[in-house]
C-alpha cells in the first residue's frame, strides 16, 4: 500500500480545502465538552452501507421536514406576536393621545379593559401553546437525531447555550414572550384605576 504524502493527508483530512478547516475553533471557555455532545458515537460509516442507504436517506428526509416545521411554528409564533403588540401598541397610544376618557362611562371603560384583558389572556396562551409545540418538535428531532451521526440541535447546540439555565448566555424567548401579555395587562388595569379614580 503506497504511503500518504502529507499533502494528501491533509487533502482527506480537509476535502474541501478551505484553508480555517483544520484551525482550532475559538471557544472562549464555553464550548469546552459540546464536541462530545455533538457526535454520537452508536452511529458510524459501517451504518451508511448500500443495504441501508435508502432507509438512512428517508430518516435524514424525515428529520429535515421536522426541523423545518420547527422553524415555521416559531416563525408563526414571530407573527403572531408582532401581531398582538402591533394591536396593544395601538390601543396604547390612543389611550396616550385621547384625554377625553375622563368622561366616558365606568362600565364602557370596564368593557373596554375586560377586552383588552381578554386578549392578553389570549395572547399569553397563544404563546404557551407554541413553546410546548416546539418542545414537542424539538423532542422528536432528538428522537431522529439517535439514529444520525451528530445530535446538533437535541445535545451540542443546547448544550453550548448552557441549557437555558444561565440567562447571562442565553435567555430563551418564550420566557421573555410571555412576560409581554402579562405587562400589557397590568398596565391596562393600572390605567383603569387611574381613570376611575
Known amino acids: 500500500m503506497a504511503r500518504l504524502t502529507r499533502a494528501m493527508a491533509s487533502r482527506l483530512s480537509n476535502p474541501c480545502g478551505h484553508p480555517y478547516a483544520n484551525r482550532p475553533l475559538p471557544h472562549h471557555g464555553w464550548v469546552t465538552g459540546t464536541e462530545d455532545s455533538l457526535w454520537n458515537t452508536t452511529v458510524g460509516p459501517s451504518d451508511y452501507s448500500a443495504a441501508t442507504e435508502k432507509y438512512q436517506e428517508v430518516i435524514l428526509e424525515q428529520y429535515k421536514l421536522c426541523v ?89 447546540e443546547w448544550a453550548m447555550l448552557g441549557e437555558g439555565r444561565d440567562w447571562r448566555r442565553y435567555l ?26
Not at 401598541?89 to 370596564?110: C, D, F, H, P, Y
Not at 430563551?172 to 379614580?197: D, G, K, M
Request: hydrophobic share 60%; glycine share 2%; proline share 3%.
Open 68 to 156: 423545518e416545521m420547527a422553524d415555521r411554528v416559531s416563525a408563526r409564533r414571530n407573527l403572531a406576536n408582532t401581531f398582538f403588540l402591533s394591536v396593544n401598541s395601538a390601543v396604547v397610544a390612543t389611550i396616550a393621545v385621547g384625554r377625553g376618557l375622563s368622561t366616558v362611562s365606568l362600565w364602557v371603560l370596564a368593557a373596554g379593559l375586560a377586552i383588552l384583558v381578554a386578549q392578553c389572556a389570549a395572547w399569553w396562551l397563544m404563546v404557551r401553546s407554541y413553546r410546548q409545540l416546539n418542545a414537542a418538535k424539538y423532542k422528536v428531532i432528538a428522537m431522529f437525531e439517535e439514529r444520525l451521526p451528530t445530535f446538533a440541535y437535541s445535545r451540542a
Open 172 to 197: 430563551p424567548l418564550t420566557h421573555v414572550e410571555q412576560w409581554v401579555p402579562a405587562i400589557f395587562s397590568a398596565a391596562y388595569l393600572l390605567a383603569f384605576v387611574a381613570l376611575v379614580r
